[in-house]
């Protein structure tokens, strides 16, 4: 195994790993940081991205996640293909993360930035029209399906509230709800219940997702009570069945909540280990927008360089 001494190392390529890169690069402390099995990570996924402020026409995910790679590397930080395998955070001044299992860091400070990812139903026709008309964010893509008719399957908290974000902007939201309640809060399940152009289908599974070459147009679903099947009319197509955030190697040493998210001191990106910092997706199951993503890693590289100066170490 092949061994480094770094002052900083950064694990993560999405707007929380490359924030964290420039403002650490700024500062003097040469980080490295690795990209992981998704170099730009979910953004790379999307198509047009119309939220994030400083572009008023929009740009692709793909391109904006370049050009935050481009801004990180302008200012010296070592961008690396690779996947932390393996980490051992025992020792607070020398935390080492294994990178595919041939390479070891020795490092006092560590941003986490590996995200989240998306849950899928795992049908061929969702995978197909991803992006045409399939999305896994209300957020992100509901903007285009403006006076159209769409459906959303899940029944937790996120599902609701995309239900409603999308019931403001599309002519009516058919939520796929599979048992015959939801899981979500009260509030949120009443706000639902009482939104009126959302409409909520118990017990309902979905079969298949149909569509052309212009995208989706249609699902075929099924009562799973009665094992009755339609098709419901629709554009758009949302899946929000939860979010699987991409922390089990930390899982030994950082306090994650009981869905696997690492736990940060409030206003802070601080973990419980000195020296290691956490900012993104990976911390964060209620906003999970590129630009809060991008704000937490700035805050991550602040709290980092502030560690080493207080410990000498910079
Ligand atoms: P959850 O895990 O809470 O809910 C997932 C939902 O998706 C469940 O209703 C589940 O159904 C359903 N589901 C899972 N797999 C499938 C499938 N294959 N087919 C159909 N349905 C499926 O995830 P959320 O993303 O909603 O929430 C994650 C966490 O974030 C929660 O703790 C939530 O409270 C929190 N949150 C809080 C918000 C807020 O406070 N404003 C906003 C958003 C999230 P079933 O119920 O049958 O298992």
Redesign the pocket.
Known sequence: MTQEKVNVLIIGSGPAGYTAAIYAARAGLKPVLYQGAQPGGQLTITTDVENYPGYPDGIMGPEMMEDFRKQAERFGTSIRYGMATKVDFSNPTAHKIIIDDTHEITTSAVIISTGASA?W?GLPSEQHFNGQGVSACAVCDGFFFRGQEVAI???????C?EAHYLSKLCKKVTM????DE????QI?QDRVKNTPNIEILFNT?TIEIIGDENGVNGARIKNNKTGEESTINVTGFFV????QPNTGIFADYLTLDE?GYIVTEKGSSRTNIEGVFASGDAQD??YRQAVTAAGSGCMAALDAERYLSEKGLH
Request: aromatic share 4%; no cysteine.
């Open positions: 849950k139903l399957v899940g029944a937790g908290d996120t599902a509230e796929l709800v599979r048992r939801f899981r979500a809060s949120m599974e929000a069945i939860g979010h869905s199951k209620i």
